[in-house]
């Protein structure tokens, strides 16, 4: 009788929940970091685009100014090679013009004439001296306009600058800003992870050991029969006693949870793979598994469980939790499952 006793005592000694609790600690820390790395990845991305359509728009502009440099070059050359021809003609002029006087100065009977070829010839250099001062000008002009350019693509090179400085600031601030957002989500992580822990041994105080209630990783699962009766949605007599349980516990646990913890309790309907009659008022294992969840939800509502901490969810049979066609596993997948999660 002793032996009989003790045995039944050992069985009472349920290790699960907190290695439960121990998992979901360890998935819900690794998709945290997967957030935070996803977010650090964004935020980086976004600044290394910014910076690209920068250089673009940078490169973009040293191109056209160095095309202008080059055709002012050209032009340069251009006028210089005229300045060449000018001054060769120009010493042609004078060359010229010594010839003639040199006839002058041998020939007085000719001097009239002569003259007036001087003449004609002092007013050919003057036009070409203005020729030449004009090309002069312009060769000014063009030097100036370099000069122009130059201090536009000095101006240039220091935005490039200052923008690479401030880029290097932008990821300095991202770096510690993705630190501190690790260490506040980890405290919320761990914080959602106790409330959780404790919701689920408060649970399993008052709704007892069942078998058509238990906890599968770090979800509360119930069969569907707790709530519902064959095909229906609407929750039964019993079903409704058991989720008055329910939301009392989540009534006080609004209460207890900081209001700064975005948590929601997610109520996901499953249903077995046997297909529904066609006479029914559902059209498919989906509709019913959705159903059954809302009306879960809205039952909790009703008894002032705040609606902004319920999610209703429907999976139909497509998430089952065992394979076959024997009537435990199709009772097995039949289920509501509670989940506490972040919003």
């Known amino acids: 009788m002793s032996g009989a006793r ?9 290790y699960w929940p907190g290695f439960v609790d121990a ?3 360890l998935v819900l820390s690794i998709v945290f970091l997967l957030s935070v790395f996803m977010l650090a990845q964004f935020f980086l991305s976004q600044q290394v685009t910014d910076k690209d359509t920068a250089l673009t728009r940078l490169n973009r502009q040293i191109s056209e100014l160095t095309d202008l440099l080059a055709l002012e070059k050209i032009n ?13 003609t120009l010493r042609a002029a004078e060359a010229e013009r010594g010839r ?15 003259g007036t070829q001087a003449g004609t010839l002092a007013r050919q250099l003057e036009t070409e001296k203005q020729v030449s001062a004009r090309a002069l000008s312009q060769v000014e002009i063009l030097n100036q306009q370099i000069s122009a350019l130059r201090r536009q693509l000095a101006a240039l090179e220091n935005a490039l ?56 990783g770090d979800r509360f699962v119930f069969q569907s029969e707790v709530f519902f009766d064959a095909g229906q949605a609407g929750v039964s007599g ?32 499953h249903t077995d793979k046997r297909p529904l009659s066609g ?8 509709d019913l598994s959705a159903a059954r969840a809302i009306s879960v939800v809205r039952y909790l509502v009703d008894r002032g469980v705040p609606p902004n901490r319920l999610v209703a969810a429907g999976f139909g049979e497509f998430q089952p939790l065992e394979l076959g066609d024997s009537d435990e596993a199709l009772r097995r997948n039949r289920r509501i499952e509670l989940k506490m999660t972040e919003r």
Do not use: C, H, M
Not at 6 to 14: H, Q
Not at 76 to 88: C, F, H, I, Q, W
Not at 100 to 114: C, E, F, K, P, R
Not at 179 to 190: G, T
């Open 23 to 25: 998992l979901s600690t």
């Open 6 to 14: 003790a045995r039944r005592s050992y069985r009472g000694v349920d």
């Open 161 to 216: 600058e200052a923008s690479e400085s401030r880029d290097r600031e932008s990821q300095a601030r991202i770096a510690d800003l993705g630190s501190r957002l690790n260490v506040a989500l980890a405290q919320k992580v761990q914080e959602l992870a106790r409330y959780r822990s404790e919701f689920f041994g408060r649970l399993r105080q008052i709704l007892g050991n069942r078998s058509d209630i238990r906890v599968v």
């Open 279 to 286: 006479a029914g008022v559902f059209k498919s294992n989906w």
């Open 76 to 88: 340069r050359k251009t006028l210089e090679d005229n300045l060449s021809v000018l001054g060769d």
């Open 100 to 114: 003639l006087q040199g006839l002058v100065d041998n020939n007085a009977a000719s001097a009239s004439a002569a």
């Open 238 to 269: 019993a079903g409704q006693a058991e989720l008055d349980k329910l939301a009392a516990a989540l009534v006080e646990l609004d209460r207890e949870i900081p209001a700064d913890i975005p948590w929601v309790l997610r109520v996901d309907g």
